[in-house]
């Protein structure tokens, strides 16, 4: 009988990782989305207004920017870096754009003048974050400076570009027709989300399904072998922290289009944090992680911040039970994979 | 004897600190002033405290970042908690019960890094988000300005006063002895004891520190605890001497000012080296550059930008130097073949 059991229980067993293993579908995923669910049914059951349209509509529009912040932060862990400068790449990126159409934008303009100048802007926020990703591409890659310590400089540098632009104030003003991008949706789905699914299967892509993206793991998992096999560690660094500030500038003109405004101080360190709490939440370290657990996770906290939220609405200081909550989850996964992972090695 | 000392990280620090002073001397003869040097010891002397204990996570090869919420916890709880109770004595109490705190805290960390076999900067950054989400909602949210009756003069306690031409009176305050003991007490921790050698030996080669038979759980549990209550002491002090306590004590801007202190001190972030002289040197470099910007006259918007541009001149030029030394040092082994 006791037999019979132990049989049925490794069967089963064998049958879920099977499953995984066909589908290719990690533990970490496996782990995340049994969180997700979790969460989901906690928060419907306790909380009427959870499960709406309207709620989750605005799940859609603040999740995206610090979604993009933390894939921008993945990339780099990745290949065994850290990129403490997303943050100030995002608000140098979108504070620059905002200068442009403030300055340029002639008074009177035609709608397709407008649209046409707004198309610039964002072509220059871009360029903010490729530039910005190439000097700390340049500091870690080329240099050999250590990578906490150059995004921490970079840190300095771009904050300090932002505030010495707008002397510290927000820079405002912008033509209607910019909050399409931020604040507008697409057939029920806000469009900074598309903006945010279309990123991420993008860097999904390039990481799991290019040499480019192969090569990158394999610096991150051990940069001596890499470089051995004939591959430019330099280039490839160089590559990653572009993406990277490229997907942070995006992560600022999704800012922008929001709140209709430019500022240096914008999420400050608390975002660059955050971001790197979702990447470890996702259990990213250098060469391996998965552009879907970053995904899920940055979801898992949103709904953590809006199911609290919900349920502590009128206590004092409500607003910041989300960042204990988050704290003690990010443990729970730490020791639930220490685990599960201990008892595979066992095996 | 010299010649060793030269070659030193800590004594580049002191070089770049020196060249610093002249050059705002040059520019603002104001900054040559006694009083000058009190003001920056005293805005140090928490910073200090607080990278003495950051020093020995960074030489065990590994980065803490919740030293500065563990300050804000230990200091705002203990009190608000005086405040409730009535209390009207003086600083001593303050500092025992934030000490404890600040202890629990550091034990919580060296447990979950030890039991479950975790990198130190991991675990800091989920107790950093729960300390700090944990004294906003569970203890107050606001700042507080009440003080104890015996806590009022503290502020202006000094241990000598000089007349100052420019300024007056100017006075050095009593918590820079702080410093001196606690630099004191972790230079000797790291000099003389075999925890202080396990230290370096963890930060050097982790896994040969292990078959040394070092202790590292132990190791672990101990440096976080120290941190811990170095980040309470600290947390007392910063309010103490601003008069205020607040819950978002050193948020933002001074967790990174008291990393850059400690790697500009010539701790390396891949562990194995640093020392309590170069992190004190590391700290009044900080200090002064962020003074500097106001003394020389740069306007105040462009300041930010200012520092960012020496980090990165910092950074750059030691790693540039390194990737040189490495690359001349292959270059003999091949002629030598």
Sequence with gaps: ????????????????????????????????????????VFFSLTEKGFLTTRSITSMGFQLPEIGLLSLAMMITILIGGINLSVNATANLAAVLAGFFMVKFIPQGAAESQIILYIALALLIALLVGFISGALNGLLVGYIGASPILATLATLSFYTGISVGLTKGRTVTGFPEQLSVIGSKTLLGIPIPFLVYVLFTAITYLLLNHTTFGFKARMLGSNPTASNFSGIDNK?????????????????????????????????????????????????????????????????????LSTGFHMMLAGVRGSSFFKDFSWGILLITIFVINYFTRGRKARE | MLKKIVKT?????????????????????????????????????????????????????????????IAAMASFTTHMLLIKMGYEGGILLYYVIACGLGLLAGLLNGFII??????????????????????????????????????????????????????????????????????????????????????????????????????????????????????????????????????????????????????????????????VIGTFLGVILVQLINRALILTGIPVEWQRFVVGVILILFISIPALHERRTRRLARTTELAEE
């Design chain 2, 114 to 275: 030890s039991q479950f076999n975790l990198p130190v900067f991991n675990v800091s950054l989920a107790t950093m988000t729960m300390w700090y989400g944990f004294t906003l909602f569970f203890i107050g949210a606001t700042s507080n300005f009440d003080l104890p009756k015996g806590t009022v003069g503290y502020y202006a306690n000094f241990i000598i006063k000089v007349q100052d031409p420019f300024v007056g009176e100017a006075g050095l305050h009593v918590s820079t002895i702080y410093v001196v003991v606690i630099g004191l007490f972790v230079w000797w921790l790291l000099k003389y004891t075999t925890l202080g050698r396990g230290i370096f030996a963890m930060g050097g080669n982790r896994e040969l520190a292990v078959r040394s038979g070092f202790n590292i759980k132990l190791i672990t549990f101990v440096t976080c605890a120290i941190v811990g209550v170095l980040a309470a002491i600290a947390g007392v002090t910063q309010g103490l001497l601003s008069r205020y306590f607040n819950p978002t004590l050193f948020i933002g801007q001074s967790l990174l000012d008291v990393l850059a202190a400690v790697i500009l001190g010539g701790a390396a972030i891949t562990g194995g080296r640093g020392s």
């Design chain 1, 1 to 40: 009988m006791n037999m019979n059991i132990k049989s049925i229980v490794t069967g089963i067993k064998n049958g879920i990782s099977s499953f995984l293993k066909k589908f290719r579908i990690e533990s970490q995923t496996l782990l995340l989305v049994g969180v997700f669910a979790v969460l989901i």
């Design chain 2, 9 to 69: 990280n800590e004594f580049v620090t002191f070089l770049i600190l020196v060249a610093l002073s002249i050059t705002i001397g040059l520019i603002n003869p104001a900054f040559f002033s006694i009083s000058m040097g009190f003001d920056v010891l005293r805005a140090a002397v928490v910073y200090c405290i607080m990278a003495f204990g950051v020093l020995l996570v960074i030489i065990s090869g590994d980065v803490d970042i919740s030293f500065v919420a």
């Design chain 1, 235 to 303: 280039a490839i660094t160089m590559r990653i922290y572009i993406l990277s500030g490229i997907i942070a500038a995006i992560s600022g003109i999704l800012v922008m289009g929001r709140t209709m405004s430019a500022a240096y101080e914008y999420g400050a360190t608390t975002y660059v944090l955050l971001a790197i709490l979702i990447a470890m939440l996702a259990g990213i370290n250098a060469g391996f992680g998965n552009v879907i657990d970053v995904f899920i996770s940055a979801t898992i906290l949103q709904i």
